[in-house]
């Protein structure tokens, strides 16, 4: 066994929610299984699975068999089912995925006292008001002619 493979323990957890094939060979599951943890582990591509894990073809096939059968959900319930019997269960340990919760860094354990909340508050609310620089304006600046023959534009403002 190699450094990270699974264990007898873990195996006999994990095997019976593994789908195969209803015809054919039965493929070496655990070979499968422990190349598609390697691979994830390391982020190496596909084609870079050391041989002792048999040809990668064969354990990318396999990943895309339990993939479009949805193995991998079902094997993630099975064994927070199993460790919850066991009272091995730790809510804390629960994770959001960063893809689907963005948050500034500056965002993470911010404390505030009562006075800067309140300042922060008061800026807030007086910028509400504030007018605000209309860049559309900039583009409607005078012509360059009226800016080279001196005349003032409509508004009454100052030649470029």
């Known amino acids: 066994m190699a450094r990270g493979d699974l264990t007898d323990e873990q195996w006999a957890l994990i095997e019976p929610h593994l789908p195969i094939a209803a015809v054919g060979p039965i493929p070496d ?4 299984f422990n190349a598609v943890m390697w691979r994830f582990r390391t982020g190496s591509p596909w084609r870079d699975l050391p041989s002792e894990f048999g040809p990668w073809q064969s354990a990318y096939d396999r990943f895309r068999i339990w993939v479009g059968q949805g193995a991998f959900q079902q094997l993630m319930e099975a064994v927070i089912a199993e460790a919850a019997a066991r009272g091995e269960t730790d809510m804390g340990l629960v994770s959001v995925d ?6 500034h860094h500056h965002a993470a354990g911010m404390i505030l006292d009562a006075e800067q909340l309140a300042a922060l508050e008061a800026a807030v609310e007086s910028e509400k008001g504030a007018p605000r620089r209309n860049k559309s304006r900039e583009r409607d600046s005078p012509t ?4 080279l023959n001196g005349t003032r534009p409509a508004d009454g403002t100052a030649p470029a």
Not at 29 to 32: D, E
Not at 98 to 103: C, D, E, G, L, R
Not at 144 to 147: D, I, K
Request: proline letters at 7%.
């Open 29 to 32: 599951l655990r070979k499968h």
């Open 98 to 103: 960063s893809a689907t919760s963005w948050a």
């Open 144 to 147: 360059p002619t009226t800016a």
